[in-house]
């Protein structure tokens, strides 16, 4: 397994776009002009416009945005002690913030969503994420002083050595124990949610789903301008599938793991 978790970077870049589409091309260059070498540049061309496409994020999101969302009375009736928020990315050396590190867009989001639930329910802040860097602070620890900064909010705790989903709850398992809770919101996007609840279930993590930002939601009753947009490629959505299909890979990967 250790052996894997050492594969686990390149396995990804190679079965994900735009690594996939890459080595499917090139496969088709190798084999020429021939028919197959024509049948893969032609799959890899579809490919690459349907995963820059909203009508492939509104297949996929269903697939893995399977968890509702919820209230703040939702939590408070299910007698949730705490907010657990998972750490995402982070921006280093930012100009506007004297060159220190940020969190960034993913985390951004997740924590203004949990500091809107911690204003709602006077619920606590935990925060979840190691160390990004050599040299550099633990995610959580300059997520923490983000919210002080912008917000005013404590943190109650801090998870400081994960760098996967996986040890986020691992870790965080550790000092909700140590802490005597026994119940957690645990609060990230919509599409990272079904991996983060593995991941809890397996740690022995009694978790209360707060998922957030549903990148699946269209319009009840689109106009045919919002229709034909489905189809238009952009960047932005060719981003929004290849999270919705790294989750999915996620998922497949922690059922082995667990």
Do not use: C
């Amino acid at each position: 397994m250790d052996f894997l978790e050492f594969l686990r970077p390149t396995l990804k870049a190679l079965i994900l776009p735009p690594g996939s589409l890459l080595v499917l091309f090139l496969l088709g260059l190798m084999l020429g002009r021939r028919w197959s070498g024509h049948l893969l540049r032609w799959l890899t061309l579809i490919a690459f416009y349907l995963m820059s496409t909203a009508a492939a994020t509104h297949w996929l999101a269903p697939f893995i945005e399977t968890y509702p969302a919820t209230s703040a009375s939702q939590l408070q009736a299910d007698n949730v002690q705490a907010i657990l928020v998972l750490s995402g990315g982070y921006n280093l050396k930012n100009p506007e913030l004297n060159n220190q590190a940020g969190p960034d867009d993913i985390s951004m989001q997740r924590l203004t969503y949990a500091l809107r639930l911690h204003r709602e329910t006077g619920l606590p802040l935990i925060i979840s994420g190691g160390r990004p860097q050599v040299g550099e602070p633990p995610l959580a620890e300059i997520f923490a002083r983000w919210l002080q900064e912008t917000a005013g909010a404590q943190t109650l705790a801090l998870e400081t050595k994960s760098a996967t989903t996986w040890e986020n709850l691992e870790y965080s398992a550790s000092i909700l124990e140590e802490l005597g809770i026994q119940r957690i919101a645990l609060v990230t996007h919509a599409f990272h949610m079904p991996r983060s609840m593995l991941a809890a279930k397996l740690h022995g993590v009694d978790a209360v789903p707060a998922p957030f930002g549903y990148l699946g939601a269209k319009p009840a009753n689109p106009s045919n301008y919002e229709s034909l947009t489905y189809w238009q490629p952009s960047a932005r959505q060719f981003r929004r599938n290849y999270l919705l299909l790294h989750e999915l890979l996620g998922v497949a990967w922690y059922r082995f793991k667990g």
